[in-house]
């Protein structure tokens, strides 16, 4: 009775040291709302991307070169494992964007070079912590760059 007990109470310390462990590396599993990346080899060549992924499996990307205006593409997105495809909803349609999701970051792997650059999208990682994804990004215009944390924009105040 007493070797049962023993061997109950090491089966509990053991599944609860793997569950503190496993919970980690579950979290860097899950896609969150909001990734952003930068770079580029010069200043003139620097940007900032940043995507929101919605549950709906809408996204919206927008992108931000030194000293030029955003360019903003709606898209569809699907994971498949350790694959995130985003294909554009916008005329002419690009290339679907792929990339590899592993330790939390998203790090590309396909992409259309006349809308991402010869050397494609920066890695991007979650922005700020956790990011959860909102319901749908279908009726954005932009990415609220101000406050990433908060709603997108549904208008462009630009016009």
Same mark, same amino acid.
């Given at each position: 009775?007493?070797?049962?007990?023993?061997?109950?109470?090491?089966?509990?310390?053991?599944?609860?040291?793997?569950?503190?462990?496993?919970?980690?590396?579950?979290?860097?599993?899950?896609?969150?709302?909001?990734?952003?990346?930068?770079?580029?080899?010069?200043?003139?060549?620097?940007?900032?991307?940043?995507?929101?992924?919605?549950?709906?499996?809408?996204?919206?990307?927008?992108?931000?070169?030194?000293?030029?205006?955003?360019?903003?593409?709606?898209?569809?997105?699907?994971?498949?494992? /350790?694959?995130?495809? +985003? !294909?554009?909803?916008?005329?002419? @349609? #690009?290339?679907?964007? $792929?990339?590899?999701? /592993?330790?939390?970051? +998203? !790090?590309a792997t396909s992409?259309? @070079? #006349?809308?991402?650059? $010869?050397?494609?999208?920066?890695?991007?990682?979650?922005?700020?912590?956790?990011?959860?994804?909102?319901?749908?990004?279908?009726?954005?215009?932009?990415?609220?760059?101000?406050?990433?944390?908060?709603?997108?924009?549904?208008?462009?105040?630009?016009?």
């Amino acid at each position: 009775m007493r070797l049962l007990l023993r061997s109950s109470a090491i089966a509990v310390a053991l599944a609860l040291a793997l569950a503190t462990l496993s919970a980690p590396a579950h979290a860097a599993d899950k896609l969150n709302g909001f990734y952003v990346g930068s770079g580029g080899l010069s200043q003139e060549v620097h940007r900032v991307l940043l995507i929101e992924f919605a549950a709906d499996g809408t996204a919206i990307l927008q992108q931000k070169w030194h000293d030029k205006d955003p360019q903003t593409w709606h898209a569809h997105w699907k994971r498949d494992k /350790k694959t995130v495809t +985003l !294909t554009y909803d916008d005329k002419p @349609t #690009p290339e679907p964007l $792929v990339f590899t999701f /592993k330790h939390g970051a +998203l !790090t590309a792997t396909s992409w259309d @070079t #006349p809308t991402l650059g $010869v050397l494609g999208p920066p890695k991007l990682t979650t922005f700020g912590g956790k990011t959860p994804q909102v319901t749908s990004v279908a009726s954005c215009q932009a990415l609220n760059t101000t406050d990433p944390t908060k709603n997108c924009i549904t208008w462009d105040s630009r016009r």
